[in-house]
């Protein structure tokens, strides 16, 4: 189910990073409530920004793509840079993998009813990552990419792999908002002066 929803993930080079990051997505969808990643809401954080059209896998497939068209975009014009490839689509692969804890709808109760006992949230989805990608036994590198992707990441120094992701998620909710596709009243992170194009009815 992994593969049908993201298919992608077939393309990460190395089988064993491949293999592992498909147990990172079937580890964290099963401590949740949801059984497939398209059973997630699409938004970047529960409530905000929030996606007018399509589930999580959308999100997550563009982003794969995106940091994979940034990265070969720098190695076409300057063949000497070294990218670890397996290391960033994996990464990619796996920049969200605790939405589903983040997500799911008993923690989110759990936040609302108690959160004096529980934290709200008790761990971020970049946080939770970390911690699926190093149980199911992917390298520090990719659950540096987990954690560093989002606010985390801006107190730390980020891997060149990590930052090609950062651009890509962010990148893509900027673009995203911008051509309409947010719901307004939920966009105000992305930035200060986006313009909001109407989406066409069909
Ligand atoms: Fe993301």
Redesign the pocket.
């Known amino acids: 189910m992994v593969l049908e929803d993201f298919p992608e993930i077939a393309e990460i080079p190395d089988p064993e990073l491949r293999t592992k990051t498909i147990e990172a997505w079937t580890y964290s969808l099963c401590c949740s409530g949801f059984e497939r990643l398209s059973d997630i809401p699409p938004h970047?954080n529960p409530g905000s920004p929030v996606l007018k059209r399509g589930t999580q896998a959308v999100?997550?497939r563009g982003?794969f793509r995106y940091a994979n068209a940034i990265a070969r975009e720098f190695q076409a014009a300057y063949p000497a840079i070294a990218i670890d490839w397996g290391i960033l689509l994996a990464g990619a692969a796996c920049?969200?993998v605790g939405k589903p804890y983040e997500f799911d709808p008993d923690n989110r109760r759990r936040w609302e009813t108690s959160p004096a006992q529980s934290g709200s949230p008790t761990f971020r989805h970049s946080v939770f990552g970390m911690h699926v990608c190093l149980t199911v036994g992917l390298p520090d590198e990719v659950a540096h990419i987990a954690v560093g992707?989002s606010f985390e990441g801006n107190h730390t120094g980020v891997s060149s792999e990590c930052m090609i992701v950062r651009q890509a998620?962010h990148g893509w909710w900027q673009v995203a908002a911008t051509l309409g596709l947010v719901e307004a009243d939920t966009a105000g992170g992305l930035g200060a002066n986006l313009t909001m194009r109407p989406l066409r009815s069909n």
């Open positions: 970047g999100h997550v982003v920049h969200d992707h998620d």
